[in-house]
Antibody, heavy 118, light 112 residues
Framework: EVQLVESGGGLVQPGGSLRLSCAASGFTFSYFWMTWVRQAPGKRLELVALMNRGGSEKYYVDSVKGRFTISRDNDKNSLYLQMSSLRAEDTAVYYC???????????WGQGTLVTVSS | DVVMTQSPLSLPVTLGQPASIACRSSQSLVHSDGNTYLNWFQQRPGQSPRRLIYKVSNRDSGVPDRFSGSGSGTDFTLKISRVEAEDVGVYYCMQGTHWPWTFGQGTKVEIK
C-alpha cells in the first residue's frame, strides 16, 4: 500500500525557517517524481515544488522561488521541503504527493500544517 | 500561469441524480507530446485529495464507474451519473501540461 507521511509542520514566526519531511513507503520511491502541494485557508490548491527521480531537476512556483528548496534522499525514501523567509501567506496545509506519470500526482499524504504568525 | 476556472462553485444535488462540473483553462492543455494533462481530484471532508481522473478521461483504479471525464483543448467536464452520499466533498480540476501546474477553485458537492 502506498503511504506518504508528512511531518515537521508547526508554528513559526515571519522570517523564520522550517523543514518538512515526507516518508514514503509501499512503492519504489526512486522511480517517481515527487511534489509538494499546499492548501491555504480559503484558497485553491497550489503545487509549489516538483522534483525528478534523481533530484537533478527541480521546479518551483514563482511565489516560493529563492525561499523554498525541495530535495530527496532515495536511500531513505524521503522527500523534504526546506522553507525559509516564511511569510504569513505561506500558512497552509502542505501535502507531499507522488507524481504518478507526466502531468499528474496520483497519491497524496495526509498533510502537515504550517502556521506563520507572530 | 494557466488559470483554471470551475463552475459551478457550489452544487447541491439530490441523491441518485446526475451532477456535472465544468473546468475551463485559459490556454490549450494539449502538450507538445500530444497528451492532454487534465486531472480531477476529490477531497472529502477532513481528507486529503484523491485523484479520480487523469489525462481527461482515464479513471483511476477503484474509482466507481459513475464518475467520467471528458473534454478537449480548453473545456473539460466531470460527470457523476448518479450521486451517492459518499460523493460529498470538493472537486478540483488540475492541469499538468504547463508549469506551474495549476488547480481550479474547487466545486463543493452537497446533498440537497
Amino acid at each position: 500500500e502506498v503511504q506518504l507521511v508528512e511531518s515537521g509542520g508547526g508554528l513559526v514566526q515571519p522570517g523564520g525557517s522550517l523543514r518538512l519531511s515526507c516518508a514514503a513507503s509501499g512503492f519504489t520511491f526512486s522511480y517517481f517524481w515527487m511534489t509538494w502541494v499546499r492548501q491555504a485557508p480559503g484558497k485553491r490548491l497550489e503545487l509549489v515544488a516538483l522534483m525528478n527521480r534523481g533530484g537533478s531537476e527541480k521546479y518551483y512556483v514563482d511565489s516560493v522561488k529563492g525561499r523554498f528548496t525541495i530535495s530527496r534522499d532515495n536511500d531513505k525514501n524521503s522527500l523534504y521541503l526546506q522553507m525559509s523567509s516564511l511569510r504569513a501567506e505561506d500558512t497552509a496545509v502542505y501535502y507531499c504527493a507522488r507524481g504518478g506519470a507526466p502531468g499528474t500526482t496520483d497519491f497524496w499524504g495526509q498533510g502537515t500544517l504550517v502556521t506563520v504568525s507572530s | 500561469d494557466v488559470v483554471m476556472t470551475q463552475s459551478p462553485l457550489s452544487l447541491p444535488v439530490t441523491l441518485g441524480q446526475p451532477a456535472s462540473i465544468a473546468c475551463r483553462s485559459s490556454q490549450s492543455l494539449v502538450h507538445s507530446d500530444g497528451n492532454t494533462y487534465l486531472n480531477w481530484f476529490q477531497q472529502r471532508p477532513g481528507q486529503s485529495p484523491r485523484r479520480l481522473i487523469y489525462k481527461v478521461s482515464n479513471r483511476d483504479s477503484g474509482v466507481p464507474d459513475r464518475f467520467s471525464g471528458s473534454g478537449s483543448g480548453t473545456d473539460f467536464t466531470l460527470k457523476i451519473s448518479r450521486v451517492e452520499a459518499e460523493d460529498v466533498g470538493v472537486y478540483y480540476c488540475m492541469q499538468g501540461t504547463h508549469w506551474p501546474w495549476t488547480f481550479g477553485q474547487g466545486t463543493k458537492v452537497e446533498i440537497k
